[in-house]
């Protein structure tokens, strides 16, 4: 195994450690950030842990992370770390949440692992591994997305309305009424299910660059695309576009006519 990546599913243990012990605690501290999304004391403790690890053991690589300031690293190697990722899920006690850890080479998401605990779900990533993921029962599967070829034949995901206009007039009732199936399963694991191939499109309008490079590693290692609606690099345009890649340039035609 590609020894970055077995850093990061390391990395991945100590962060589910840490964000199920407090998990559904009745005691939890919940603060509201400027931009007036709720952190959480365990997002800033796997952050704070994360970081700590990856000083000791890489020290020139630098670090991007949701809760604290970027650092600067000596190379072209960059971690990039979401410690809950859907934190409103975690706190109000829904499943659906995980840790994202990727590392970047040159700006481009090569390494990436997402765990999620609470739903008993890892998926990781390496050019040289390929992808996976972990089911409920402890089975480790490769994992590679379809082979749908047309977009009415497709399932969409998405995570709400929010912040659609960003890809162009009516862009979601485009997608929702030009596919077979739409469902709102939202945040990464939208994505993750199309590198599974369970789910065909993904798109996510209002995005971070430590929200998507996790899964951006995934899904280009099962065999998907990911970029943003003009055809560029997701993390530069701040929103995703991830298909199983025949239905493509199909989605990107729909949303830019």
Do not use: C
């Not at 100590?14 to 407090?22: L, Q």
């Not at 605990?117 to 890892?122: E, F, I, N, T």
């Amino acid at each position: 195994m590609n020894s970055d990546l077995e850093l990061a599913l390391n990395l991945a243990d100590e962060a589910d450690k840490i964000s199920m012990a407090r998990y559904r605690a009745l005691d939890l501290v919940v603060e509201t950030k400027p931009d007036f999304t709720p952190v959480t004391e365990t997002d800033r403790a796997i952050e704070r842990n994360l970081r700590d690890r990856l000083a000791a053991s890489h020290p020139s690589d630098g670090v991007i992370g949701e809760e604290f300031p970027n650092t600067a690293g000596s190379g072209n190697r960059t971690w990039i770390i979401d410690p809950i990722d859907a934190t409103k899920n975690y706190v109000r006690g829904v499943p659906v949440w995980g840790t994202l850890i990727a590392l970047a080479v040159d700006g481009g998401p090569v390494i990436g692992v997402v765990s999620a605990p609470a739903m008993g779900r890892r998926w990781w990533a390496s050019p040289e591994d390929g992808a996976f993921t972990q089911d409920v029962d402890g089975t480790v599967r490769p994992i590679s997305v379809s082979g749908i070829s047309k977009i009415s034949d497709a399932s969409f995901s998405f995570s709400d309305q929010v912040g659609w206009e960003i890809l162009g007039p009516d862009s979601l009732n485009k997608m929702t009424t030009a596919v077979w199936r739409s469902r709102g399963y939202g945040d990464f694991w939208s994505h993750l299910l199309v590198a599974e191939g369970a789910v065909d499109i993904a798109i996510e309008p209002e995005l971070q660059v430590y929200d998507m490079a996790a899964y951006i590693a995934i899904v280009h290692a099962a065999g998907g695309t990911v970029t943003s609606v003009t055809g560029s690099d997701a993390m530069d345009a701040g929103h995703s576009i991830t298909t199983n890649g025949p239905l493509h340039q199909q989605v990107l035609n729909l949303l830019n006519g």
